[in-house]
């Protein structure tokens, strides 16, 4: 029997889902006006009556206080109910997922009802819609805000089902590839028709491996390889042969990204544990202790299903540290999101493409859910905007993770047992890593939707507690997590010194049907593959059983050399390892880069500034992110000092996060960032640069010590098979590598996401060279952190650090419309050296306040302050260090000018302050106002004394608090100004 739980707010009581869905109508222009009203509910099959499932909805399924409930069974041939229920001119439409979509809420519900005593056989949830609206506009409502196609299906009217089944028992067939008999037509025809994604002169490799041995693939070998050979697993451009300028290089990686931190290391760099060996990087914290540190890309599946693709991104990289050598406890995340602005209008949306309105709320909400659910704080994170970003979302996610010092390193013995840890496999991520690895199209949705994943945070949180209690009771060898490529990516890297035997129908499914190729490299999520004893297994499986977590022998990694696939005793793959891991031919390819013309930019002369100020704080860059950061607990584990937003409002911009790795000790991490793709538009080297010197000026800015700071780093470029996409790349790898080693920054992990173009009508759109920096810094006394808000009227304000004409890329050419300028350049020795005065005077409590000088330059930077702090601040131009080519107004405002510091001095210690800043380019700017009887103010004077920016701190607040849509903000958030 198949019933329809559905649960409706109780009369009287607001339905938010309701109105949003007819505001989100209304900010996408859709014919209206709509009248919503929503319901969410569950379809139930079983051996189970009405009696039953109202018992269980009067339980635990529904709040008696603020919702009610109707039970109706579902029939094939549909009801009169439902057309009752529906009544007048209105339409009622009800959301699913699509069948083999995981459905996270509809599986808790099942183990509710089971916990019960009901015989339940599936669940599905289910989000029912009545709504009120011009009837030829409904299919858009639908597919723009209801539903998104790639993961569910819409029902208009009644619910005409009779069963929930999502399989039907596998046939076993064992596949062949005809691959010796391809010419160079069919072998391209069948890497595109099987999204394969891989080149000719891989696929002639292959066929010519298999002619060598006598014999045609099956696909599940075919498969194997080119999961293992895709440009997301095996970095095969960034590890390729390159030409470039004359110069040929074997490996970009090697010979600038690992290049700068083994140098660093053969020149006494001793923190460093475990680097660009396993899913994260591991440095040194304490005599006890590790901590690792990794962020992943998730762009594509983003852009297809912005909730399931962002939810499964941050769900992965929780397994990056979990994977990380025997396993690591997550202690914070990160994310950054690089969009379209989101009052992009709508008519001129290509096809295929959603909303970025909606890319951004999806993607949020994706991190929200499953770090929320994991108790995992979210603590850092930036958002951009750029049009270029339509089509291609950026999605960055980041986690944290400590370990105990000496169970960094893990190893594979032969007998060992391939054991599966956590959620069942279903077809959801097939060929994940593959569609990575390709362009998207407007036809990508279509093809593509099994390559999204949708996550369970609560299945995930289990195996996080499994794993770490066998971790402590040593009783496995080995650990990685099911990323791309699912148990071919996994069982493949881990047994590939060795050799594996795998029995694929072992595997746990979520429902019938699947083949053997399908169970090997699916990407469902929340799976963690373990090398264990076989004298461990069966307490392993026992502990895993005690936390709810589901334990599988898949097989045993073997001393053969070759990966052995086998369902039901059918062998059908067996690859040589070397082959698999080695084969790949290099990539080679040539780059070029022609940096377009440097010529000067004619700055506005004008008397008042102040527009040009407001018009940046409401820039989609630079404006407040809170509607964002609230949605995350960034405060569960009790481990964060300093929160993502400060001040006594709590709502100023951190520059970085600080948490407590560990328990009872005050030593800290602090966490940032640096990113700005429009530096990459004219010079990617020094994009590099700029980059790396934010995402340093951010942890040293809240207390971080400079000689304590390793980085990350995440590509995210387009098609490099494009001469001038490649040598911007190039340039941009070679920055990171003088950086680092100019700065004593050694990089730990990575990750690159190339193809990020979309590719439509004969047209094609690719992102700007973006290069996301991420910094991990150690703060020797957590006490001792400052916070970027003005603490008390009187102080002191000095700018430390140089300010030259470099508006090139900056925020300020932005809203002017211009393009142009000299793209910042970083000093490394003077900004070395101002890191560490810095440094000291946060150590010795000298520095009430400090934040960096990034997008917007100074102007922005002491608003942002002001309004942080709620005080007001006069500051004159004449004293801010500069060049004489530098000494006009408009530059001394907006320059973006890097190693730059804006810092809050009590009178008494100005002197101690500009003692240890000796020799260092640094000037006093003004002081924190007092407001007496009016209002607080920030002023600001130019070089010849004339007022150039006036505006009450309530005005920048107003500007800099833009909502993403025209309903402004919950007054619970944003109080008013005089609370």
Same mark, same amino acid.
């Given at each position: 029997?198949?019933?329809?739980?559905?649960?409706?707010?109780?009369?009287?009581?607001?339905?938010?889902?309701?109105?949003?869905?007819?505001?989100?109508?209304?900010?996408?222009?859709?014919?209206?006006?709509?009248?919503?009203?929503?319901?969410?509910?569950?379809?139930?099959?079983?051996?189970?009556?009405?009696?039953?499932?109202?018992?269980?909805?009067?339980?635990?399924?529904?709040?008696?206080?603020?919702?009610?409930?109707?039970?109706?069974?579902?029939?094939?041939?549909?009801?009169?109910?439902?057309?009752?229920?529906?009544?007048?001119?209105?339409?009622?439409?009800?959301?699913?997922?699509?069948?083999?979509?995981?459905?996270?809420?509809?599986?808790?519900?099942?183990?509710?009802?089971?916990?019960?005593?009901?015989?339940?056989?599936?669940?599905?949830?289910?989000?029912?819609? %009545?709504?009120?609206?011009? #009837? +030829?506009? @409904?299919?858009? &409502?639908?597919?723009?805000?209801?539903? *998104?196609?790639? =993961?569910?299906?819409?029902?208009?009217?009644?619910?005409?089902?009779?069963?929930?089944?999502?399989?039907?028992?596998?046939?076993?067939?064992?596949?062949?590839?005809?691959?010796?008999?391809?010419?160079?037509?069919?072998?391209?025809?069948?890497?595109?028709?099987?999204?394969?994604?891989?080149?000719?002169?891989?696929?002639?490799?292959?066929?010519?491996?298999?002619?060598?041995?006598?014999?045609?693939?099956?696909?599940?070998?075919?498969?194997?390889?080119?999961?293992?050979?895709?440009?997301?697993?095996?970095?095969?451009?960034?590890?390729?042969?390159?030409?470039?300028?004359?110069?040929?290089?074997?490996?970009?990686?090697?010979?600038?990204?690992?290049?700068? %931190?083994?140098?660093?290391? #053969? +020149?006494? @760099?001793?923190? &460093?544990?475990?680097?660009?060996?396993? *899913?994260?990087? =591991?440095?040194?914290?304490?005599?006890?202790?590790?901590?690792?540190?990794?962020?992943?890309?998730?762009?594509?599946?983003?852009?297809?299903?912005?909730?399931?693709?962002?939810?499964?991104?941050?769900?992965?990289?929780?397994?990056?540290?979990?994977?990380?050598?025997?396993?690591?406890?997550?202690?914070?995340?990160?994310?950054?999101?690089?969009?379209?602005?989101?009052?992009?209008?709508?008519?001129?949306?290509?096809?295929?493409?959603?909303?970025?309105?909606?890319?951004?709320?999806?993607?949020?909400?994706?991190?929200?859910?499953?770090?929320?659910?994991?108790?995992?704080?979210?603590?850092?994170?930036?958002?951009?905007?750029?049009?270029?970003?339509?089509?291609?979302?950026?999605?960055?996610?980041?986690?944290?993770?400590? &370990?105990?010092?000496?169970?960094?390193?893990?190893?594979?013995?032969?007998?060992?047992?391939?054991?599966?840890?956590?959620?069942?496999?279903?077809?959801?991520?097939?060929?994940?890593?593959?569609?990575?690895?390709?362009?998207?199209?407007?036809?990508?949705?279509?093809?593509?939707?099994?390559?999204?994943?949708?996550?369970?945070?609560?299945?995930?949180?289990?195996?996080?507690?499994?794993?770490?209690?066998?971790?402590?009771?040593?009783?496995?060898?080995?650990?990685?997590?099911?990323?791309?490529?699912?148990?071919?990516?996994?069982?493949?890297?881990?047994?590939?010194?060795?050799?594996?035997?795998?029995?694929?129908?072992?595997?746990?499914?979520?429902?019938?049907?699947?083949?053997?190729?399908?169970?090997?490299?699916?990407?469902?999520?929340?799976?963690?593959?373990?090398?264990?004893?076989?004298?461990?297994?069966?307490?392993?499986?026992?502990?895993?059983?005690?936390?709810?977590?589901?334990?599988?022998?898949?097989?045993?990694?073997?001393?053969?050399?070759?990966?052995?696939?086998?369902?039901?005793?059918?062998?059908?793959?067996?690859?040589?390892?070397?082959?698999?891991?080695?084969?790949?031919?290099?990539?080679?390819?040539?780059?070029?880069?022609?940096?377009?013309?440097?010529?000067?930019?004619?700055?506005?002369?004008?008397?008042?500034?102040?527009?040009?100020?407001?018009?940046?704080?409401?820039?989609?860059?630079?404006?407040?992110?809170?509607?964002?950061?609230?949605?995350?607990?960034?405060?569960?584990?009790?481990?964060?000092?300093?929160?993502?937003?400060?001040?006594?409002?709590?709502?100023?911009?951190?520059?970085?996060?600080?948490?407590?790795?560990?328990?009872?000790?005050?030593?800290?991490?602090?966490?940032?960032?640096?990113?700005?793709?429009?530096?990459?538009?004219?010079?990617?080297?020094?994009?590099?640069?700029?980059?790396?010197?934010?995402?340093?000026?951010?942890?040293?800015?809240?207390?971080?010590?400079?000689?304590?700071?390793?980085?990350?780093?995440?590509?995210?470029?387009?098609?490099?098979?494009?001469?001038?996409?490649?040598?911007?790349?190039?340039?941009?790898?070679?920055?990171?590598?003088?950086?680092?080693?100019?700065?004593?920054?050694?990089?730990?992990?990575?990750?690159?996401?190339?193809?990020?173009?979309?590719?439509?009508?004969?047209?094609?759109?690719?992102?700007?060279?973006?290069?996301?920096?991420?910094?991990?810094?150690?703060?020797?006394?957590?006490?001792?952190?400052?916070?970027?808000?003005?603490?008390?009227?009187?102080?002191?304000?000095?700018?430390?650090?140089?300010?030259?004409?470099?508006?090139?890329?900056?925020?300020?050419?932005?809203?002017?419309?211009?393009?142009?300028?000299?793209?910042?350049?970083?000093?490394?020795?003077?900004?070395?050296?101002?890191?560490?005065?810095?440094?000291?005077?946060?150590?010795?409590?000298?520095?009430?306040?400090?934040?960096?000088?990034?997008?917007?330059?100074?102007?922005?930077?002491?608003?942002?302050?002001?309004?942080?702090?709620?005080?007001?601040?006069?500051?004159?131009?004449?004293?801010?260090?500069?060049?004489?080519?530098?000494?006009?107004?408009?530059?001394?405002?907006?320059?973006?000018?890097?190693?730059?510091?804006?810092?809050?001095?009590?009178?008494?210690?100005?002197?101690?302050?500009?003692?240890?800043?000796?020799?260092?380019?640094?000037?006093?700017?003004?002081?924190?106002?007092?407001?007496?009887?009016?209002?607080?103010?920030?002023?600001?004077?130019?070089?010849?004394?004339?007022?150039?920016?006036?505006?009450?701190?309530?005005?920048?607040?107003?500007?800099?608090?833009?909502?993403?849509?025209?309903?402004?903000?919950?007054?619970?958030?944003?109080?008013?100004?005089?609370?």
């Amino acid at each position: 029997m198949l019933w329809h739980l559905q649960i409706d707010p109780a009369p009287g009581l607001s339905d938010s889902e309701g109105h949003r869905v007819a505001a989100e109508a209304a900010d996408l222009g859709l014919p209206g006006p709509w009248s919503v009203r929503s319901a969410r509910g569950f379809l139930i099959e079983g051996d189970l009556d009405e009696s039953d499932l109202r018992r269980a909805a009067e339980q635990v399924l529904a709040d008696p206080i603020v919702e009610t409930f109707t039970i109706a069974p579902c029939r094939a041939e549909g009801g009169a109910r439902a057309r009752a229920r529906n009544g007048g001119d209105s339409s009622i439409v009800h959301v699913l997922p699509r069948p083999g979509v995981t459905d996270p809420v509809a599986e808790s519900a099942r183990a509710v009802l089971r916990g019960l005593g009901l015989a339940v056989a599936e669940v599905r949830s289910v989000r029912s819609y %009545t709504l009120e609206g011009p #009837a +030829d506009a @409904l299919p858009a &409502l639908i597919r723009r805000v209801l539903a *998104n196609d790639a =993961v569910e299906v819409a029902v208009v009217g009644e619910l005409a089902l009779d069963h929930l089944g999502q399989g039907r028992p596998y046939a076993f067939r064992r596949i062949e590839i005809p691959l010796r008999s391809m010419d160079d037509a069919a072998l391209m025809r069948t890497s595109r028709e099987g999204q394969l994604s891989l080149s000719i002169d891989e696929m002639r490799t292959i066929r010519d491996h298999f002619l060598d041995l006598g014999r045609d693939p099956t696909d599940a070998e075919l498969e194997t390889i080119a999961q293992t050979w895709s440009e997301h697993c095996s970095h095969k451009t960034l590890r390729g042969r390159v030409e470039f300028d004359g110069e040929i290089i074997d490996n970009l990686l090697k010979q600038t990204i690992f290049k700068a %931190t083994k140098d660093l290391e #053969a +020149d006494g @760099l001793d923190w &460093l544990v475990s680097v660009f060996e396993d *899913n994260a990087g =591991v440095i040194r914290f304490d005599d006890d202790h590790d901590v690792c540190f990794k962020v992943e890309t998730h762009n594509h599946p983003s852009a297809i299903d912005p909730y399931g693709g962002a939810n499964t991104g941050i769900g992965g990289v929780i397994r990056d540290p979990m994977g990380t050598g025997l396993g690591a406890k997550p202690i914070c995340n990160t994310d950054v999101f690089c969009v379209a602005p989101p009052d992009f209008p709508a008519e001129a949306l290509p096809g295929g493409v959603l909303h970025p309105r909606r890319v951004l709320k999806g993607v949020v909400a994706g991190v929200r859910d499953y770090g929320n659910r994991m108790g995992i704080p979210t603590v850092n994170g930036a958002v951009v905007a750029d049009e270029r970003y339509l089509a291609n979302p950026l999605v960055f996610c980041g986690t944290v993770g400590v &370990l105990p010092r000496g169970k960094a390193f893990k190893s594979v013995e032969p007998g060992d047992r391939i054991v599966a840890l956590g959620g069942r496999t279903g077809r959801d991520g097939i060929h994940g890593a593959t569609f990575s690895s390709a362009e998207l199209t407007g036809e990508s949705e279509e093809l593509s939707g099994g390559a999204v994943q949708i996550g369970n945070a609560i299945t995930e949180k289990m195996v996080l507690d499994a794993l770490l209690r066998a971790r402590d009771l040593g009783l496995y060898r080995a650990v990685t997590d099911c990323g791309a490529g699912g148990f071919s990516s996994a069982v493949g890297e881990m047994g590939a010194a060795l050799g594996a035997e795998v029995d694929l129908e072992k595997a746990p499914l979520k429902y019938e049907g699947l083949s053997y190729t399908e169970i090997w490299i699916s990407e469902a999520q929340e799976r963690m593959v373990l090398a264990v004893p076989p004298e461990h297994l069966e307490e392993l499986v026992a502990l895993c059983a005690s936390e709810g977590v589901e334990a599988t022998d898949l097989g045993r990694f073997v001393d053969t050399g070759r990966l052995t696939l086998r369902y039901h005793g059918q062998v059908v793959g067996d690859l040589s390892m070397r082959f698999l891991h080695e084969g790949r031919p290099k990539v080679v390819r040539k780059a070029t880069f022609s940096p377009p013309p440097e010529r000067p930019v004619p700055l506005p002369d004008r008397d008042d500034y102040t527009p040009d100020l407001l018009a940046l704080l409401h820039d989609w860059d630079v404006c407040s992110k809170e509607w964002i950061i609230r949605q995350y607990d960034h405060e569960v584990q009790g481990r964060t000092v300093l929160k993502p937003l400060v001040g006594p409002r709590e709502e100023g911009p951190g520059d970085a996060a600080v948490v407590l790795p560990v328990r009872g000790s005050n030593r800290g991490l602090a966490v940032g960032c640096g990113l700005n793709p429009r530096y990459g538009d004219l010079d990617p080297y020094a994009m590099a640069g700029n980059v790396i010197d934010e995402a340093i000026r951010n942890v040293v800015a809240v207390g971080a010590d400079p000689d304590r700071i390793a980085l990350l780093d995440n590509f995210c470029w387009g098609n490099p098979e494009r001469p001038e996409t490649l040598g911007s790349l190039v340039l941009a790898a070679q920055g990171c590598h003088d950086l680092a080693l100019s700065y004593r920054t050694p990089f730990i992990s990575g990750k690159d996401s190339l193809y990020n173009e979309y590719s439509h009508e004969g047209k094609s759109l690719a992102i700007p060279p973006t290069l996301l920096i991420s910094a991990i810094g150690q703060v020797p006394d957590a006490r001792r952190c400052v916070t970027m808000d003005l603490k008390e009227p009187g102080n002191t304000l000095l700018l430390v650090g140089q300010t030259r004409e470099e508006l090139g890329g900056s925020s300020y050419l932005k809203i002017l419309g211009l393009s142009g300028g000299l793209v910042p350049k970083v000093d490394p020795p003077t900004g070395l050296a101002t890191f560490r005065a810095l440094f000291s005077a946060i150590a010795r409590g000298l520095i009430r306040s400090c934040h960096d000088l990034s997008e917007g330059g100074l102007a922005v930077s002491v608003a942002e302050m002001c309004l942080a702090g709620g005080l007001g601040a006069e500051v004159s131009l004449r004293d801010v260090p500069c060049p004489d080519s530098a000494a006009i107004d408009p530059v001394l405002l907006f320059s973006e000018s890097p190693s730059r510091f804006l810092i809050e001095v009590r009178p008494a210690d100005v002197s101690d302050v500009l003692d240890l800043f000796a020799g260092l380019p640094v000037g006093r700017l003004g002081s924190v106002s007092d407001p007496g009887a009016g209002p607080p103010r920030l002023v600001v004077r130019g070089l010849q004394e004339t007022t150039l920016i006036d505006a009450t701190v309530s005005e920048l607040r107003a500007r800099w608090l833009r909502p993403i849509n025209d309903h402004g903000f919950d007054p619970v958030i944003h109080p008013p100004l005089n609370r």
